[in-house]
């Protein structure tokens, strides 16, 4: 079945681990995203990719790192985690041509907590 | 600052009309999107505007006004099943989406 993947599905974290979510998509879409989402906001962007091989910060990019070495996969990277990223974070993907706005796809999410 | 404004919540009951509003101030406009999310779900593409007027898709219809920064979503014939959070969305000028924090919206039988 064509879609997003994300993994886990949830976590439990001791503030200052790392920890890497990852995020798989098979619709050969060019972009792809990352959000958190917490109660009583939107969701909010932490970095995008609109091609393979390159990156872009969002809103809330500080603590968080991204790679995209392929079409498909698109990690992000807690290198030391603290209590404030704690939240639910979507991946998303969207067939992005350039100049022209599209619909973004998302995954299931991912619930960690870090305590 | 850009800024996405929609009711918190709320309630309608089973087979009749909710209107859902969405007010916008934004760098740019490259169109509106309405998005479902029920709890504990991903968000699910509902509609997109990009020029005023009104969009019909079957029981849920999506209308914007650019010159007011206004749209709202359309509910018809309500469901149980309709009971789920809805998020605008609006595409500014670096085309990266603006959320709203959603409106969840109850549905009593």
């Known amino acids: 079945i064509a879609g997003i993947t994300q993994a886990p599905t949830s976590q439990i974290l001791a503030a200052g681990r790392r920890m890497t979510l990852r995020c798989t998509q098979d619709?050969?879409?060019?972009?792809m995203y990352w959000y958190r989402q917490d109660l009583g906001l939107g969701l909010r962007l932490i970095h995008y990719?609109?091609?393979?091989?390159?990156?872009g910060k969002g809103e809330v990019p500080d603590g968080y790192s991204v790679s995209r070495a392929n079409t498909d996969d698109f990690p992000l990277t807690l290198a030391s985690a603290v209590p404030s990223q704690t939240s639910v974070y979507f991946c998303?993907?969207?067939?992005?041509?350039?100049?022209?706005?599209?619909?973004?796809?998302f995954g299931p999410g991912t619930r960690l907590t870090v305590l | 600052g850009q800024n996405i404004d929609q009711p918190t919540e709320m309630t309608a009951t089973e087979g009749a009309i909710v209107q859902i509003n969405c007010t916008y101030q934004?760098?740019?406009?490259?169109?509106l999107f309405w998005y479902q999310q029920h709890a504990g779900e991903a968000p699910t593409f509902l509609s997109y505007?990009?020029l005023d007027g009104l969009e019909e898709k079957g029981r849920f219809s999506s209308f914007l006004s650019r010159s007011k920064g206004y749209s709202y979503l359309l509910l018809k014939e309500l469901q149980m099943k309709d009971s789920a959070s809805y998020l605008c969305?609006?595409?500014?000028?670096?085309?990266?989406?603006?959320w709203g924090a959603g409106t969840k919206l109850i549905i009593k039988p």
């Open positions: 998303a993907s969207s067939d992005r041509i350039a100049g022209e706005a599209d619909t973004q796809y």
């Open positions: 619709m050969r879409h060019n972009a």
């Open positions: 990719s609109n091609t393979a091989g390159t990156t």
């Open positions: 934004t760098s740019g406009f490259n169109g």
């Open positions: 505007n990009v």
């Open positions: 969305a609006v595409m500014d000028s670096n085309y990266q989406l603006i």
